[in-house]
């Protein structure tokens, strides 16, 4: 993956949800891709949520429908009630996106968290994983809870060397090519679990789990205390020099920061740093904290980065489409980047 800017976007779209259970910043940069595909769905209702990162691939299409699919789901009927009804949502979700015959693919990572029906009980976390996206256990002391997943979290990335990966790829027809280093399906996709990507679904099957590549989400279950914060993270901030433990650490240490407690700023803070450890992708973060309150600052937010680039009109694209996910235009955008900068 090359850069695909000449300078990088470091602008950051920021949100902040509060409410009874829970407290939500999540924050998303484009870095140094030409365009923005990552979308999320923050679903915070009194006793339970859902909250899911889905990092796009060849556009945005498909990661924006099933964001916007799932959350219209969650309005309809409510919380999945076990893993069998969430892997047949993801399922009919892909079919729909795959008979839209739009293209792009995307992973998806979330966690339905019910909360305690008696005061300083345990939060009960479902977490769903399809793709190389991940779910972290926080601590208030800054270490992260030693999930069984990849480096520690409570996901595993979905790889096609993985070897249970690599036996359904090659059971139901595809195969996996190392290219440039990276084990890929067909040859093509660096991940072995996704939504959409239709021309890795076309042989195998009856079963839209037997595909090569399969939207069936990989399902874990776990307990943890109030004090216990969730991150949602892209592979973009997991791909440079930064572990699961080192994101975790920084967003601890910006939610012990003086002031009330913002995990927005925690977010953004994983975000900036995941470019300067060397990630070249798409950046999205989502630190969601047990127990409910308000959110010190504005819902939707614009934090400029540098407009180091103005002569490029990809860069200039960018940098707008990032201004436009918190709801400002470009002139709008340079002209609190002037202040800001000033």
């Known amino acids: 993956m090359g850069q695909g800017l000449p300078k990088a976007v470091t602008s950051v779209a920021v949100k902040r949800v509060g409410g009874t259970a829970f407290r939500v910043g999540f ?21 339970w949520g859902f909250f899911g990162v889905f990092d796009g691939h060849g556009g945005d299409q498909c990661s924006g429908f099933i964001a916007r699919r799932i959350h219209e789901e969650l309005a309809q009927s409510g919380m999945p009630d076990d893993d069998e009804a969430v892997i047949a949502l993801a399922l009919r979700l892909d079919k729909e996106f795959l008979d839209s015959n739009q293209p792009s693919g995307s992973t998806g990572t979330f966690v339905i968290v019910k909360a305690p029906t008696t005061p300083g009980g345990n939060y009960h976390l479902r977490v769903g994983n399809i793709g190389d996206s991940r779910v972290l256990l926080g601590r208030a002391d800054g270490s992260i809870y030693p999930g069984p997943g990849t480096d520690s979290g409570l996901t595993t990335d979905h790889k096609p060397d993985l070897p249970s990966e690599r036996q359904r790829i090659e059971r139901t027809g595809g195969n996996v090519q190392e290219v440039m280093g990276v084990a890929r399906v067909n040859g093509d996709l660096a991940v072995s679990r996704a939504f959409g990507d239709a021309q890795h679904k076309t042989t195998g099957g009856p079963k839209p789990e037997d595909h090569p590549v399969c939207a069936a989400p990989e399902l874990m279950e776990f307990e943890c205390g109030p004090t216990d914060f969730l991150m949602l993270v892209c592979d973009g901030i997991s791909e440079g020099s930064f572990p699961n433990e080192a994101v975790v650490r920084l967003a601890a240490e910006k939610l012990k920061a003086e002031g009330p407690v913002d995990p927005a700023q925690a977010a953004i803070a994983v975000c900036h740093e995941a470019i300067k450890c060397g990630s070249k992708d798409n950046l999205s973060c989502m630190v ?36 436009e996910h918190a709801g400002m235009s470009l002139p709008q955008a340079l002209e609190k980047q002037g202040a800001y900068f000033r």
């Open 27 to 47: 924050a998303e940069m484009n870095g140094w891709r030409p365009s923005m595909e990552d979308a999320h769905v923050i679903y915070a209702q009194d006793t």
């Open 288 to 323: 969601v904290l047990l127990g409910g309150g308000e959110v010190p600052g504005e819902g939707v937010e614009f934090v400029p980065g540098p407009f180091e680039a103005p002569e490029n009109a990809a860069f200039r694209k960018a940098y707008a489409a990032m201004a």
